[in-house]
């Protein structure tokens, strides 16, 4: 069966700190992956996806990067946080064209 | 561009019926999906419309009038487990789901 890990699951860290959130996908190959981000009490703003390994596609230009240096890897990273990066990080994979996204269980990330 | 709205909050008492709706305006449309989302958790996925009128799982129910470009999700015999949020969600044609901000659903004793 498929699973997704993403950890850690909590994180504080300070203005102008680096940022590298990890998700691997297992059970499947060639997934595609993505990055959201949610506001406290709002939708999910999709930050990153990727189609294969070494594609990236950005949604919303940031201070934010991702990788996929592994088929079943997606990492997520800041050169330096800022207070508005505070959010609900979520990663989540996809079969090709199917429609349903599974998601892991969230990074909560407190910028102070 | 892509959008969708859906109501910020529903209230209802508990074994009662509720009704979440969903309007959207995407370029390109190839149907409609629903996720669950419990504080602090993840979205799990509920269903998806890709044809009009309604899909119905156990005790939620999908609708979608694509002339409307509309949806709901009908939640019957309402429990206290589901205050949740709902947020309905369109695949897009290339790799991408858009997903609306979201309805928080109370349910009442």
């Known amino acids: 069966s498929q699973t997704i890990h993403q950890w850690p699951a909590t994180l504080v860290q300070p203005v102008g700190s680096p940022l590298s959130l990890e998700c691997t996908v297992e059970g499947t190959s060639n997934p595609n992956l993505y990055w959201y981000r949610q506001a406290a009490g709002r939708g999910l703003q999709l930050l990153f996806y990727s189609v294969g390994i070494g594609q990236i596609s950005s949604e919303v230009p940031q201070n934010l990067s991702a990788s996929r240096p592994q088929d079943r890897q997606f990492i997520l990273s800041s050169k330096k946080l800022l207070l508005s990066d505070s959010g609900f990080y979520l990663c989540a994979w996809k079969t090709g064209q199917g429609v349903e996204a599974f998601f892991g269980q969230g990074t909560r990330l407190t910028v102070v | 561009g892509q959008s969708l709205e859906q109501p910020s909050e529903v209230t209802a008492v508990e074994g009662a019926i509720v009704q979440i709706n969903c309007t959207y305006q995407?370029?390109?449309?190839?149907?409609l999906s629903w996720y669950q989302q419990h504080d602090g958790g993840a979205p799990t996925f509920l269903s998806y419309n890709a044809l009009d009128g309604l899909e119905e799982t156990g005790r939620f129910s999908s609708f979608l009038s694509r002339s409307d470009s509309y949806g709901y999700l009908l939640l019957q015999e309402l429990q206290m487990k589901d205050s949740a949020s709902y947020f309905c969600a369109v695949p897009t044609g290339g790799f991408k789901t858009i997903f609306g901000a979201g309805t928080r659903l109370f349910v009442k004793a």
């Open positions: 995407t370029s390109g449309f190839y149907g």
